[in-house]
């Protein structure tokens, strides 16, 4: 168990429609980042939140947000969902940005239909 | 550019075969860490082992290797007498500022 919370495991819904992936870090990690997981793509980052703040920003679409809350969860906003939106998506978590192993939740497995 | 190259897309081999999984790396960045993780069947991400820029010592952990070499930008891991529950998918990948995977590698080890 890496510690890294994410819920749901899984979420099937329609095209068109908003979803909310949500994230709680180990305990003590300030950082969190967002990546998705597609059979076309491969594993890439989406972005990273620091303390609170937006620190890094990958392949992340423009109907894609998230944010972290003052207890340190972190939201993905997944918004005008399209069939390719179709993918796992994983949250990582880590003490300190730039040299702690990134600790990976189970991942929530998105179906758009 | 940042990018990791894992060029072996499948490897088979039989139990207690000795097996390499290459990952060459590109960046132009003098600090950075490069990682590996398994990705079981199951799909949850295992973390196997970080490396800074800075430490090139070879690592060997159990039945695990690495190899680090910056002159070849090469970082690559070594399963030695592998086994059935080493089947998995490997990634390697560059951290600095978020992590850059490789495509993976799958590993399927047969009795």
């Known amino acids: 168990d890496s510690g890294v919370t994410q819920t749901p495991k899984h979420l099937i819904t329609a095209t068109g429609q908003r979803v909310t992936l949500r994230c709680s870090p180990r305990?003590?990690?300030?950082?969190v980042y967002w990546y998705q997981q597609s059979l076309d793509q491969g594993l890439q980052f989406l972005i990273q939140?620091?303390?609170?703040?937006?620190?890094a920003k990958g392949n992340i679409l423009e109907r894609f947000s998230a944010q972290q809350f003052p207890d340190l969860h972190s939201e993905l906003n997944l918004s005008s969902l399209e069939l390719g939106d179709s993918a796992l998506y994983f949250c990582?978590?880590?003490?300190?940005?730039?040299?702690?192993?990134?600790?990976f939740g189970q991942g929530t497995r998105l179906t758009v239909v | 550019a940042q990018k990791v190259t894992q060029a072996q897309t499948e490897i088979s081999v039989v139990e207690k075969e000795d097996v390499t999984l290459d990952c060459v790396y590109e960046t132009r960045d003098t600090t950075y860490y490069l990682f590996w993780y398994k990705q079981p069947p199951s799909g949850e991400l295992v973390f196997l082992i970080r490396r800074n820029s800075f430490d090139e010592q070879n690592e060997i952990s159990g039945r695990y290797s690495w190899n680090f070499q910056k002159s070849t930008s090469s970082f690559n891991f070594t399963i030695t007498a592998s086994q059935v529950v080493d089947s998995a998918v490997y990634f390697c990948?560059?951290?600095?500022?978020?992590?850059?995977f490789g495509a993976g590698t799958r590993l399927t080890v047969k009795p």
């Open positions: 939140y620091y303390n609170g703040e937006e620190r």
């Open positions: 305990s003590g990690d300030l950082s």
């Open positions: 990948a560059l951290s600095l500022l978020g992590m850059r």
């Open positions: 990582a978590s880590s003490a300190d940005p730039f040299t702690e192993e990134a600790f």
